[in-house]
């Protein structure tokens, strides 16, 4: 959580606000496009890593990859530019929480949510792969769930910074391109040829697809392997798994999902295509969407909107569900995606660095990749959410859930000052409001 330095060619375009995520070789910030007002996020690589011939065209690899991959449920590239032979990205700013942040803090998805994030991924890679690209990194940490223009959520992948891309580019189709770091693979959702830097297609990303989908209905870790020819194929333990959590999924959908993460990739769903096509058949009828970003409020349509739905919007069967002019929350404050990393820092100097999911009057999510225990006390460290200054304050750790690998953490502020207060409760309606909806009244209780 140093601070950094941001070169001046880019601070006269972008108003930088905060930090959104840091990794070993880039930052994400949040900005503002000083002519436009547009929210976007910039992504550049770190001081001590500008100087890197190769990661410098790796950032640009990953330009022209978000280029090919233009799809509504993938992250949206809207410039690549160089500030004093530094290469950055501007992206689309995505106000949102990870899957991964999401499968850390609940068991598992429902099913209907689980197959519509699924298919929503499999539409995204199908366009991919139509046009020869392959993502090569697809897990939940690469996922996001958005509100789009009008409200709904959507799925979009991030992250292309180890994509294959097609032709020459892609050094003709082999593992040649990842850089010396790509050790961060996830090795559950890897599929075996991956991991063993052998030749690589769109099936990579189908057995991807397959781990993250087993993951978001059973809760469980996928099973992942190694060599291309195993005693034990990963469809068939995934079948096994699914069958001994006993979970009530259609047979025919945990079927499908399993095939997915064939050991043997000529084993696999031949495309991403049937592979969603073959889940939605899979989940059969009465499995809808709950919806993973918590209740939104949709206000009823006031003038000459209400006019023109009175007068022209029809009326044929069947009629449109009714929405709620409010949805009350269980939550004492409302809350709203917040993604930045945070340090918390416990009473006897433990320090725990993560990054929160969503901030609320009251307080922090909090996932971290390492355990602590909940009950007690701590200051938690992070960047408040309009001024982008940087907040120590005091919380209580309400609750705690390990979650395989990772680790979910309630933090409920202590004295909070009225200053940071009102900037939180000001991004939370700024939030709500961009989403097309009036702000709930505060419900009593947790």
Not at 270 to 293: I, T, V, Y
Request: with cysteine.
């Amino acid at each position: 959580m140093n601070e950094i330095q941001y070169p001046s060619a880019l601070t006269r375009k972008f108003a930088i606000r905060r930090e959104i995520a840091r990794g070993n070789t880039c930052v994400i910030l949040s900005a503002e496009h000083k002519s436009t007002g547009r929210a976007v996020a910039i992504k550049q690589l770190l001081p001590d890593r500008v100087h890197d011939e190769n990661l410098r065209a790796r950032l640009r690899i990953e330009a022209r990859a978000l280029e090919i991959a233009r799809h509504p449920n993938v992250v949206e590239i809207l410039d690549c530019d160089e500030v004093d032979g530094a290469p950055f990205l501007v992206l689309e700013m995505l106000e949102g929480r990870t899957l991964r942040g999401i499968l850390t803090s609940r068991p598992r998805l429902p099913i209907g949510d689980a197959v519509a994030v699924g298919r929503q991924l499999c539409d995204a890679a199908f366009h991919m792969h139509s046009h020869g690209l392959v993502h090569r990194h697809l897990h939940p940490g690469h996922v996001m769930l958005a509100r789009g223009r009008v409200g709904e959520e959507v799925v979009k992948i991030i992250d292309f910074s180890l994509a294959l891309l097609p032709g020459p580019e892609g050094e003709a189709g082999s593992l040649a391109g990842l850089p010396a770091d790509s050790g961060k693979l996830q090795p559950e959702y890897a599929s075996p040829e991956l991991l063993m830097r052998g030749d690589v297609d769109h099936r990579a990303d189908i057995y991807s697809l397959g781990a993250t989908v087993f993951e978001c209905l059973s809760g469980a870790t996928p099973p992942g392997g190694t060599r291309e020819e195993s005693d034990e194929d990963a469809s068939a333990q995934a079948a096994s798994m699914l069958r001994e959590l006993k979970l009530n999924l259609p047979t025919a959908l945990a079927d499908v999902v399993a095939r997915a993460m064939a050991t043997q990739r000529s084993a696999r769903h031949p495309d991403a295509h049937s592979f969603g096509l073959l889940m939605l058949e899979g989940a059969m009828d009465g499995f809808e969407p709950s919806g993973l970003l918590g209740p939104r409020s949709v206000p009823p349509p006031q003038g000459i909107a209400a006019e023109f739905a009175a007068r022209y919007v029809p009326t044929f069967p069947p009629p449109p569900r009714p929405v709620p002019a409010v949805v009350e929350q269980r939550r004492k404050n409302p809350r709203q995606p917040y993604v930045t990393p945070i340090r918390l820092q416990l009473t006897g100097g433990t320090l725990i660095d993560g990054h929160s999911e969503d901030i609320s009057e009251g307080g922090l999510l909090m996932v971290a990749s390492r355990s602590f225990a909940g009950g007690g006390h701590g200051e938690v460290r992070f960047a408040t959410p309009m001024t982008g200054k940087v907040a120590r304050l005091p919380v209580h750790i309400r609750w705690v859930r390990d979650n395989r690998d990772r680790v979910a953490a309630g933090l409920e502020f202590q004295g909070l000052p009225e200053a940071t207060r009102l900037e939180i409760a000001e991004y939370v309606r700024l939030m709500d409001r961009r989403r097309g909806s009036s702000s709930p009244p505060k419900a009593e209780g947790k």
